[in-house]
């Protein structure tokens, strides 16, 4: 296989041309219907342009914790937010059938939260692997600049 033709792999987003986002933006990057009838839907909430920026570790660890423990205020539908290994955004995973425009005013009601905020959630030895690896100002930079592109949300490529 070339370059431009890459094998299909069995994991949604390395199927993804990332070349071709555009960055903020948020996308289904799965949607799996369990054997019980109940769905899971995946989102892809991509803060930096892939190959291009990325967050910084700290901030990452502390949007992960906020969103995290404010999502859960604006859904029950929450199963999971976790950071991408590139650190160009996370995945939000909640139970129920979604869309990207169901999902985007819990996420900007989260976002609101964290620019809102006083301090990191459970940013301490007791309940955090890395306590003091946090930082409340990136976290409320990077969610500030993702929702001041809130027109966009919706606009995957270019």
């Known amino acids: 296989m070339t370059e431009n033709t890459p094998q299909r792999m ?18 289904i990057a799965d949607r799996k219907e369990l054997p ?3 769905v899971l839907t995946k989102f892809d909430v991509r803060f930096t342009q892939p190959n291009v920026e990325h967050l910084e570790s700290e901030t990452v660890h502390s949007l ?13 539908d929450v199963l999971d937010v976790s950071p991408m290994g590139c650190r160009t955004g996370f995945y939000a995973l ?3 059938d979604h869309t990207p425009e169901d999902f985007a ?11 809102a905020a006083t301090e ?5 030895e007791v309940q955090c692997g890395w306590g003091a690896h946090h930082t409340l ?11 001041a592109e809130r027109d966009s949300w919706g606009q995957v490529t270019a």
């Not at 005013?105 to 620019?115: G, I, K, S």
């Open 137 to 147: 100002e990136g976290a409320q930079a990077a969610a500030r600049a993702f929702l």
């Open 64 to 76: 992960e914790h906020m969103m995290a423990e404010h999502m859960r205020n604006h859904t029950g």
């Open 36 to 38: 019980g009838g109940d």
């Open 105 to 115: 005013p819990v996420l900007e009601a989260t976002l609101n939260d964290v620019v």
């Open 10 to 27: 069995n994991v949604e987003s390395f199927n993804l041309d990332h070349r071709t986002v555009a960055a903020p933006y948020i996308r």
């Open 120 to 124: 990191v959630p459970a940013a301490n």
């Open 94 to 96: 909640l139970v129920g």
